[in-house]
């Protein structure tokens, strides 16, 4: 009895605190005995379950994922000049064949069959037999193979047969055999002579949307302007505002300026061309054809 009384005398002497912390101490050990009797530590051999599971399908992921390497994504054709850096990675080409075909490019120049596509790219034959299938180049290219094959036939040469003709009275199929010049840009051609009535310079195809600069001089050694008899004249005294806008060389605020130099000035000369605000100074010698005075 006195031991007891000793020991319980001597809790009582602990500070607030002291007793404070043995409670808590002895909620710890309370708490940690619960988690051991309740937790269930199977889980970790659910975990290894599941794992093998997964392991079990391990051969069929494998040979999903060979047939995806096998996998073609369908080509279609393209025109070989305009490979981009992400198109040609999709080809099989490497950085150095693509960056071959764009230096090529930048010197303004392209390939027209697959042997040029090979010979500048340096692509391997196998991966050239994969691809140049899908090559799609302009008419215009085909035309000149189709050509140039028939003249070797006939034992001609495509120099032996150039003869020097009038632009005004030239075909869609005469134009059609210069290099460079295909059904689209004939018929831009033609259409502008039928505007004009006909041309008067062969620098008027300057003014050709689509027509490069050598396609133009090669023009030039097959043809010139001979006649100049259906030019559609255009009386710049005496025509309106709208009549003059009609007019290929003339715009609507050309054509107003016009008038309005005309109303102030009387009677407009040649002289007074470069006068005008406005006016093309550069074409006057051209234009000064289509007009009467």
């Known amino acids: 009895m006195a031991i007891e009384k000793s020991i319980g005398q001597s809790v009582l002497n602990y500070s607030k605190s002291q007793r404070i912390g043995i409670l808590l101490f002895f909620a710890l050990i309370m708490v940690l005995q619960g988690f051991y009797f309740f937790h269930d530590f199977t889980s970790f051999d659910k975990k290894d379950k599941e794992e093998a599971i997964w392991l079990s399908k391990q051969n069929e992921i494998d040979s999903l994922k ?56 340096k692509v391997s034959d196998s991966l050239l037999n994969t691809i140049s299938p899908y090559f799609k180049f302009p008419d215009w290219v085909k035309n000149k193979k189709e050509k140039e094959s028939t003249y070797a036939k006939t034992g001609f040469s495509v120099k032996e047969i150039k003869a020097i003709l009038d632009i005004n009275q030239a075909t869609k199929e005469d134009l059609m055999k210069i290099y460079g010049i295909g059904d689209k840009i004939s018929d831009r051609i033609l259409e502008q002579k039928v505007k004009l009535g006909g041309f008067v310079s062969m620098e008027q195809l300057q003014d050709i949307w689509g027509l490069q600069p050598e396609v133009i001089e090669k023009l030039k050694t097959s043809f010139v302007v001979k006649t100049t008899s259906n030019l559609k004249k255009i009386n710049i005294n005496n025509a309106s505002v709208k009549e003059l806008s009609s007019f290929p060389f003339f715009r609507y605020a050309l054509a107003k300026e016009i008038v309005i130099y005309r109303s102030m000035h009387g009677d407009i000369q040649i002289d007074d061309l470069s006068k005008i605000k406005g006016f093309p100074v550069d074409k006057i010698n051209i234009i000064a054809l289509y007009l009467e005075f």
């Open 66 to 121: 060979l047939l995806n390497t096998n996998y073609k994504p369908k080509i279609y054709p393209f025109n070989p000049n305009f490979i981009t850096d992400f198109k040609g990675y999709k080809l099989g080409m490497s950085v150095a064949e693509i960056d071959r075909l764009l230096a090529y490019r930048k010197q303004n120049k392209f390939v027209n069959s697959a042997a040029e596509f090979q010979a500048v790219t």
